[in-house]
Nanobody, 122 residues
């Protein structure tokens, strides 16, 4: 059974940086398409970035966030720079078995982590 565990969240001031990690276990990590999502209170879950052949970013984070994966370490990363208060949310990593579809929408992802909170103050 695939398990995902996020870490690295915290509180930062606007303009600061955080690096989130997602540890993957239970199957062949590099076979999966992976994504980062976020959800603020009262809002729908939003696709932030994903990779599966190509890399995709939402317009709201393009140029500020970078997704990467370490296949040897079975870890997915999200480097977040120039953080804004609007980036405040619970951040989740997710895994999807190929053929991967609609990588910035949540419906095709089968496995989810428990989330890590990111809070950006002005």
């Amino acid at each position: 059974q695939v398990q995902l565990v996020e870490s690295g969240g915290g509180s930062v001031q606007a303009g600061g940086s955080l690096r989130l990690s997602c540890s993957f276990s239970g199957d062949t990590y590099n076979a999966y398409c992976m994504g980062w999502f976020r959800q603020a209170p009262g809002e729908e879950r939003e696709g932030v970035t994903a990779l599966g052949g190509s890399i995709y970013y939402s317009d709201s984070v393009k140029g500020r966030f970078t997704i990467s994966r370490d296949n040897d370490g079975n870890t997915l990363y999200l480097q977040m720079d120039s953080l804004k208060p609007d980036d405040t949310a619970m951040y989740y990593c997710a895994a999807q078995w190929p053929p991967c579809r609609a990588l910035l929408t949540s419906q095709w992802y089968k496995y989810w982590g428990q989330g890590t909170q990111v809070t950006v103050s002005s």
